[in-house]
């Protein structure tokens, strides 16, 4: 099969197709074809060795892709050959086949295409455990919530799950077009992303009192002034750095503010505690599933390219102006 391998820590120009053996499905795995697999900013970092995870050299990156079953390994019961299906893996995407354990595959509907599926697990599934987890941010119908990057992935995800939740949504986007895709998509008001008018701008839409909730994968100054923004017993969610800078909490306003910090890293549930997770992480992408039919969910793609575009790809999902997902379609 036709595959990128990371041979060393690189950027997405080093990317090159190379054959590799197709994967033998082991013990409770499936074996894709691959249809679909997605392009990330957090994948740009781990092929640069800069991720928090490093695979050991050498490898297939991508971690989400979306194909149709052909192989079952010993003990997988759950699909059979032929099931449209979408995976979360640890590494492997980036090719014509792919295997993954059995508690990591979803099935997707029959009217969802296998690039949008590829959205449900690298933004929506995300974004919507931080809104509803209660050890994250557990937000009721009729609370307002801030979110941040609303023209990115989990932003955009986090404005139509906020919608379909009753949520008042308060979106920060960095262009005219991103608030206006925002206000599209389920937020009810969208602002610049200028951490020095952050506060009086909330504070003039909530009447003073702050949001209930901060969901916030850019960090950096915008995380710092988002808890200025909370109201009491409120409580914000860091979910990504893609400003680049990673903030730090001061602690007295946790303190003086009655406010909570709760971080979401969802690998740990899909990856390192896959078993005693499943239900609870499957329940999420159900749940999509059916919001999917009820036409209460529309993933945008930005882009799609082939397996040796990929430096493409990347330049795509780097591009700031970019409003929705890219994906590569070996």
């Known amino acids: 099969m036709r595959a990128l391998l990371v041979r060393e820590w690189t950027t997405p120009e080093g990317l090159l197709p190379a054959d590799q053996p197709i994967p033998v499905p082991g013990p409770r795995q499936v074996l894709i074809r691959v249809r679909a697999a997605a392009v990330s900013h957090a994948l740009s970092l781990l092929i640069a060795g800069r991720y928090q995870r490093k695979p050991p050299l050498p490898f297939i990156p991508g971690n989400t892709a979306a194909g149709e079953v052909v192989a079952c390994g010993a003990g997988a019961t759950r699909f059979r050959p032929g099931a449209r299906v979408l995976v979360a893996i640890e590494y492997g995407a980036l090719a014509e086949y792919a295997a993954a354990h059995e508690a990591n595959a979803y099935a997707i509907p ?46 955009s995800a986090a404005c139509e799950i906020g919608r379909n939740l009753g949520v008042t949504v308060i979106a920060t986007a960095g262009t005219e077009a991103k608030r206006e895709h925002a206000l599209a998509n389920g937020a009810r008001h969208a602002i610049a992303s200028d951490p020095a008018a952050l506060r009086a701008q909330v504070m003039a839409l909530t009447g003073g009192e702050g949001v209930h909730a901060v969901l916030d994968p850019v960090g950096g100054a915008l995380f710092r002034e988002s808890l200025r923004c909370l109201r009491p017993e409120g409580r914000i969610c860091p979910i990504g750095f893609a400003g680049g800078q990673i903030p730090d909490v001061a602690a007295n306003l946790l303190l003086v503010k009655n406010i909570a910090v709760c971080g979401l890293y969802m690998g740990w549930y899909k990856i390192d505690a896959r078993d005693a997770q499943e239900a609870r992480v499957r329940a999420l992408f159900d749940r999509l599933g059916t919001w999917w039919m009820q036409a209460r969910l529309s993933p945008l793609l930005a882009a799609r390219f082939p397996l040796d575009q990929v430096a493409e790809a990347f330049a795509a999902v780097l591009d700031r102006d970019r409003i929705g997902h890219v994906v590569v379609e070996p």
Do not use: C, I, K
């Open 110 to 155: 029959d009217s969802m295409d296998f690039a949008r599926a590829t959205a449900l697990n690298t933004s929506y599934n995300s974004a919507l455990a931080a809104l509803t987890w209660p050890h994250v941010l557990g937000v009721a119908e009729g609370q307002q919530l801030l979110v941040h990057g609303a023209g990115g992935g989990v932003g």
